[in-house]
C-alpha cells in the first residue's frame, strides 16, 4: 500500500479547480494502486465527523477479526433465584436478541426470576462519551457495557397523550411512558440518558425492564426488583451468549445507518481487547493510534488525532491524505459500505462540518471530502470528482 505524491503544480491547480465550492477543507482522489491523482489541501488537519468510522471500523477488523462476536454473561443463584447479567459491550443487544437469550434461559431450566443484576463492571469509564451531549436525540445517548437498544427507546404518543411502544417486538417498559410524557403526537426515538446525571443506573433500569417484560410474555415468572451491582458468589454460570452477528456485519449496520453508539462500542472493545477489561476511552484511543501507526506509519498518523470512534467529538481530527491511506487498507471490505449517490460512501455531518469518503466505484478510485465550512458544497464536489 502506497500513496505516491502528484506534482506540486498539478496539486495547486486542484485547488483552483474547486475554489468556488472549496473554501476551508480538503479533498483528494487515488487511483486503485493508491496513487493520488488529485488533491487539495491533502496535508491539512480538518475535523472529520463520521467518516472516522471508516477509520474505527478498519481498526477493529484489525484487532477483533472479522469473525469476532460480543459476548453477555448470565449467571443465576438457584437459592435466591436472581438472575446476574453480564454485558461485554454488545452494541445489538436488542429486543430480538433478549427473545432469543430467554429463549436460552428457559431451556436451561429457568422458570422463575425474583429480582435482576445488571453488572457494567466491564467498562470504566471516567466520563460520557468524548463530544456528546445530553440531548434526547439518539446519537447522543451514552455506550455502556451492558445495555439494550442502543440505549434508546422507540415510544408512539397517540392524539390523547398515551404512551406507547412503537416496536412490535418490544413491549412496553414503565421507563417509556415516563421518558415520553411532555412530547406531543407522534413517534420518537428518545435517547434513555438524556439529561441524566447517572447514566448508569438509567442504562441498568432499561435493561432490567426489558429483560422482565420479555421473560412475563415468555412464561417465566417474574416476582423481583432490580439493582446495579457485581456477580455474586453463589451465582452460576449459567448461559454465555455470543452475538446473532458476527463483526462484519456490525460493521456494516454501523456504517449504514452512521450508529454513534455502535462505533463507541466497537472503539472500546478493540481497546479491551489489547489492553484487558475494563474498557475504558483511554485503552480504545490506545488501542487505535497503535494500529494505524503499524499500518499507515509513524510520519502519516501525524495527521490523525482520535479522541472516541464515532466522530462525534469535534476535537478529531485528520488529513485528506491519512484519510485516503485508511481507505486504500479498507478495500478489502469495501462492501461494508453503503451505497448513496450511486458510490460506496460513508458521510459525516455536524454544524459546520461536510464530509464524503469512499469510493467512487467498486475496486475503484477511493475519494475523501473534508469541508470544515458553512457551506456544504460536498455533492456538488463529489460529481465533479467522477469520472466522465
Known sequence: VFLAMSDPGLLFADCLQYSKYLHHGGLAVANRRGQIIKQCNGSRLFIPASVLKIATALASIKILGEQYRFTTEFYFDPY????????????????????RIVFELRKRGVSNVAGIIVDDSAFELE?????????????????????????????????????????????????????????????????????????????????????FSIMQRSSISVNGSWKRGKVSDGANLLY??????????????????????????LFLAAGARRYGY??????????????????????????????????????????????????????????????KRGVLLKSGTMRGVYSYAGYLSEGGAAFAILLNQAENTRDTLLDSLRPH
Open 80 to 99: 435466591s433465584q436472581v438472575l446476574t447479567i453480564k454485558g461485554f459491550g454488545d452494541p445489538l443487544l436488542v429486543s430480538e436478541e433478549v427473545d
Open 127 to 211: 466520563d460520557t462519551v468524548p463530544g456528546g451531549g445530553e440531548s434526547d436525540n439518539p446519537y447522543d445517548a451514552p455506550v455502556a457495557a451492558t445495555s439494550v437498544n442502543f440505549n434508546t427507546v422507540a415510544v408512539k404518543i397517540n392524539p390523547g397523550g398515551e404512551v406507547q411502544t412503537a416496536e412490535v417486538q418490544t413491549p412496553f417498559v414503565p421507563l417509556m411512558g415516563e421518558l415520553g410524557m411532555g412530547y406531543g403526537e407522534g413517534e420518537y426515538r428518545l435517547n434513555i440518558c438524556q439529561g441524566e446525571s447517572n447514566n448508569h443506573n438509567m442504562t441498568a433500569r432499561y435493561t432490567a425492564e426489558l429483560f
Open 240 to 265: 454465555r451468549h455470543r452475538s446473532s452477528r458476527q463483526l462484519s456485519e456490525v460493521i456494516a449496520l454501523c456504517l449504514q445507518y452512521s450508529n454513534n453508539f455502535t462505533a463507541n462500542s
Open 278 to 339: 475494563p474498557a475504558t476511552w483511554e485503552k480504545g484511543r490506545r488501542a487505535l493510534n497503535e494500529i494505524l501507526t503499524e499500518l499507515l506509519g509513524e510520519e502519516m498518523m501525524r495527521k490523525v488525532h482520535v479522541l472516541e470512534g464515532s466522530g462525534l467529538s469535534r476535537e478529531n481530527r485528520i488529513s485528506v491524505d491519512a484519510l485516503l491511506r485508511i481507505l486504500q487498507l479498507f478495500r478489502p471490505y469495501d462492501k461494508l459500505l453503503p451505497v
